[in-house]
C-alpha cells in the first residue's frame, strides 16, 4: 500500500465522522475517501474493495461491528480494518481481534495515535490506542482462541436459555423440534468446553457472547 492510505470511516455519530475528517484533513498519511453511517450501506459500496483501511465503529445501528468486521475481511481481505469505541470491556476487543481487526482504538484517542496505529496496521503489525494496549498486554494467544464463533441459531438459543426457557419452550418458540434444540444445546456446550448450563451463562457474560 502507498500513502495516503485510502480510509473509510464507518460511524453513526456524525461529530465523529466529521471530526476525524477533519483530524485528517491534512494528513499526508491517510485520505478519508467516503464515510458511511451503517454497516448495509458500506457492504452496498461498489469500491469498497479499492480502500486500504476500514475504521469501524463497534456498535452501529443496523450491524455490529463484530459481525461486520467478519464480512468485510470475508470479502476483502487485504482491507485493514481498525475498531473504534468509547468501550474498553476485554471480550469485545477479544473478539473485534478475532474477527480480523488489526487493532482496536479508543474514540478519543489523539490524532497522532490514529495516525501511528494506521501506519502500524498497515505494515502488519497489531495496534492499539495506549489505553487498549494495556488490556491486551494481559490477553494471551490462548485468550484470543477461547471464544467461539456461535451460528445465528445459536445465539437465539443460547439467548433463550438465558432467560431461563427449557427446551421443550425453546422448541415452541422458535419452531423446532425438541431434538433440534438438544442437540443446539449440546453443541452450545461443547463450543464453549463448559460441562453444564451455569457455566455456559457465565462464559457468555465473560466473552461477551
Do not use: W
Amino acid at each position: 500500500m502507498t500513502k495516503p492510505y485510502k480510509t473509510i470511516i464507518v460511524d453513526d455519530h456524525p461529530i465523529i465522522a466529521e471530526g476525524l475528517q477533519m483530524l485528517f484533513s491534512k494528513s499526508d498519511d491517510v485520505e478519508i475517501v467516503r464515510s458511511f453511517n451503517t454497516g448495509e450501506a458500506l457492504l452496498n459500496y461498489e469500491h469498497l474493495g479499492k480502500a486500504d483501511v476500514v475504521l469501524l465503529d463497534v456498535f452501529l445501528p443496523d450491524i455490529n461491528g463484530i459481525d461486520l468486521c467478519l464480512k468485510i475481511k470475508k470479502n476483502h481481505p487485504k482491507i485493514i480494518v481498525l475498531a473504534m469505541s468509547s468501550q474498553s470491556e476485554r471480550s469485545i476487543i477479544l473478539q473485534m481481534i478475532k474477527n480480523g481487526a488489526h487493532g482496536y482504538l479508543l474514540k478519543n484517542a489523539s490524532l497522532e495515535e490514529f495516525k501511528s496505529c494506521i501506519n502500524k496496521a498497515v505494515s502488519g503489525e497489531m495496534a492499539f490506542s495506549s489505553e487498549i494496549e494495556a488490556i491486551v498486554e494481559k490477553t494471551s494467544i490462548y485468550d484470543l482462541k477461547s471464544v467461539p464463533r456461535l451460528t445465528q441459531r445459536e445465539k437465539e438459543i443460547l439467548k433463550l436459555v438465558s432467560e431461563g426457557k427449557s427446551t421443550q419452550e425453546i422448541s415452541d418458540i422458535l419452531f423446532l423440534s425438541y431434538l433440534t434444540v438438544q442437540t443446539h444445546r449440546r453443541n452450545l456446550l461443547n463450543k464453549c468446553e463448559v460441562r453444564n448450563v451455569v457455566e455456559l451463562l457465565k462464559f457468555a457474560k465473560e466473552n461477551g457472547l
